[in-house]
């Protein structure tokens, strides 16, 4: 089992959408100047967009490909008023750092559209509809792994 890292970030209306998305890549890239920190500023208004749909509440942002996975949630409404449950905590280490990837929440209604400008923005950045899971390399090699079939009669042929 692959390592899980967590925060919970305030949000509405502790934040605005665009000022969790900036909370969220400075954690994930401290260095303002980093080529990955310009990258995750690049989707903010993106990223805003899947935040003021709510849908890192219970589909949280996922960076993975580089160490552990890290999974970022917004919290709402009074929770997120409360800090109660709140964590903002820089990581020891930068998530988004090698060979890294980040999969965002979406509505499925604004799947399409939201693909289709990340694919123009970023090859690390992509969508997915909430509910969908992200399985680590590990887990997705081993799946395909398990899915070859032999034909045993061109295997046993002379």
């Known amino acids: 089992m692959a390592t899980v890292i967590t925060r ?4 509405s209306p502790k934040r605005t959408a665009s000022e969790t ?3 969220i890549a400075s954690l994930l890239a401290p260095d303002q100047k980093s080529a990955t920190r310009i990258e995750l500023e690049n989707v903010s208004g993106l ?9 890192p509440a219970e589909d949280a942002f996922v960076v993975y490909g580089n160490g552990p996975q890290v999974r970022i949630y917004c919290v709402f409404g009074e929770d997120a008023v409360s800090d ?6 820089p990581f020891q280490q930068t ?29 690390r950045i992509s969508a997915r509809p909430v509910g969908e899971t ?5 887990a997705q090699a081993t799946k395909a792994s398990t ?4 034909n045993l009669n061109e295997f046993l042929k002379s």
């Not at 109660?84 to 905590?89: L, R």
């Open 95 to 123: 998530p988004a750092a090698g060979d890294w990837q980040l999969s965002m929440p979406c509505l499925p209604e604004d799947l399409d559209w939201m693909k289709k400008k990340l694919k123009s923005i970023s090859t």
């Open 134 to 138: 992200v399985e680590p390399k590990a």
């Open 47 to 55: 990223a805003a967009s899947s935040i003021v749909s709510e849908a």
């Open 84 to 89: 109660e449950g709140i964590d903002e905590d």
């Open 21 to 23: 998305w900036g909370l």
């Open 147 to 150: 899915d070859l079939t032999i």
């Open 8 to 11: 919970l970030i305030a949000s």
